[in-house]
């Protein structure tokens, strides 16, 4: 299938407006960059794993509003705190961000119980727990106080064994979160044990259903990783194509896919989207995606240049953009396709990594016909040039040949 049948499209001769558009993108994500920088200290807004803090896992019974979260956790004085939607839409479940980054168990109820006191309606009632967010210890020790059963001797052992059956049934059976106390007694729970846990407990409309910190050290090392595991499919893309064609193609082909990286963060920091694990695996796969494409125009002049010899590098440059553009139409295409359709209904989980790669698909077609290919005609007209130069004739040694004809003479 081809959807252009012999073009003839005189892509160098506009090469120095696609330049242009390259460098205009470049130094707004540059800028961005900059100026994020100077206010924050961090180049790109990162995400938990490489600044290091708090994660926790909230789930609603009803669809969480994100502002009235965000205006509760601000008014708890947690600042700066990112909330986003996590998972289908249908388990109305968020990810709240917080910048605890201490690596105890005393940061782990920190974390857990901020977010709970910050979304805890502001008269919960009287004297009562929250059974949503209460431990099976919690629940125990509530019973055995009760003592709704009459258990006698083995109480203890006997209300343990029935706290750890209702929570079990609250995070498994009704999905981590309960709109009643009553709705424990489809578990199985003794009628009087439910009448019971109604006295000493209330439900909120929430449940903290995990959480997770990432130390400051970990996130320092996480971004080391990153940027090697990005520098060295570099390198190791230039030897590639150093062995398989020449120096220069390797060199416009990294340049063309630095390109595409620094645009793909760039845009990153414009949007103010965080950078996680997630979008700097997209960037390796982009990286990987451009040089494929770089590589087969590249393949197809090398052949040109064989066969084509009476004609200009340039002419043949644009000959193989044109005779590859079909294929390089059709596959980005359909590539695009399909990632932008991770990105519509992927869902907030994601959104940064497809978001990275939709962006990452156009710049790096475009980079492999309008940066990657005019690098090698730019390299042979500077070659050229540099031939033509008439050779210069040293000062020093043109003064040392007259003094030698004046001794002479």
Known sequence: MEFFRNPNIQFLKYKWYFLAFSLVFSLAGLISMGVRKHNTGEWVPLGVEFRGGTVVYVKFTHPPDNNAIRSAIDKSGLHNARIQRFGEAKNNEVLIALDIKETSEQALDQGKNQIIGALEPVTPAA?????????????????????????????????????????????????????????????????????????????????????????????????????????????????????????????????ACFHDTLITVGAFSLLNIEISLTVVAAVLTLVGYSMNDTIVVFDRIREN?????????????????????????????????????????????????????????????????????????????????????????????????????????
Do not use: C
């Open 127 to 255: 004297g009562k727990k929250d059974l949503n967010n209460a431990s099976a210890l919690d629940v125990s020790e509530f019973l055995m106080s009760k003592d709704p059963l009459h258990a006698g001797t083995d109480a203890a052992q006997r209300y343990a064994a029935l706290a750890q059956q209702i929570t079990s049934f609250r995070d498994k059976d009704s999905g981590g979160v309960l709109s009643s106390v009553n709705d424990v007694s489809r578990g199985g729970i003794a009628a009087e044990v439910v009448g019971s846990l109604n006295d000493g407990f209330y439900v909120s409309d929430f449940a903290v259903r995990n959480v997770e910190i990432v130390g400051p050290q970990v996130g320092q090392q996480l971004q080391t990783q990153a940027k090697l595991a990005i520098l060295y499919s570099l390198l190791g893309m230039l030897v590639y194509l150093w062995f398989r064609f020449e120096l220069i193609y390797g060199v416009a082909a990294v340049v």
């Open 305 to 409: 240049v064989k066969l084509l010899r009476r004609e200009s590098l340039a002419e043949i440059v644009d000959r193989s953009i044109n005779q590859t553009l079909s294929r390089t139409v059709l596959t980005s295409g359909l590539t695009f396709l399909t990632v932008l359709s991770l990105f519509l209904f992927g869902g907030e989980v994601l959104h940064g990594f497809s978001l990275a790669l939709v962006i990452g698909i156009v710049i790096g077609t475009y980079s492999s016909i309008f940066i990657a290919s005019p690098m090698l005609v730019a390299y042979q007209d500077w070659r050229l040039r540099k031939a033509r130069q008439p050779a210069q004739v040293a000062v020093a040694s043109g003064r040392r040949d007259r003094e030698k004809v004046r001794a002479k003479g």
